[in-house]
């Protein structure tokens, strides 16, 4: 299910669990909705959603939402989303200024996405009358 994205990162904010599992899950919801419209194209998995037991985010999985990214742009249309970043285990973590871009490009990927999927233009009747 969307979530509204955060927007607004501040260099004093703090990124937690909900963060994480919010950008997941609306990563995972614009595909959902894309593949309505568009032939499906690669997107990886971002596992299970996160709890306060397993406490920590690791370099891999917010290179994952940084693939998808660009699997969405591939697959749908190419978005200007700025510059894709690699993150390293031992290596200074996301930062508020990426987290901006990264949820700013959900909201525009996901924006376009609907209005597709609301744009697509339906038939008004049944053809053959309904006679299956």
Known sequence: MWQKPKTDWQASDFFNIEDYNRIKGNLNEIRTQALAVWPDFDFSAMGADKTYQDYSFY???????EENIE????????????????????????DWQELNRIESACLLIYENVMGAVKGRKTLAFILNGGIF
């Open 59 to 65: 370099a891999d999985e917010i290179n994952l939402f």
């Open 71 to 94: 699997n969405l742009c591939e697959g749908i249309f190419p978005f200007v989303v700025g510059e894709k970043k690699t993150f390293a285990d031992n290596t200074p973590f996301i």
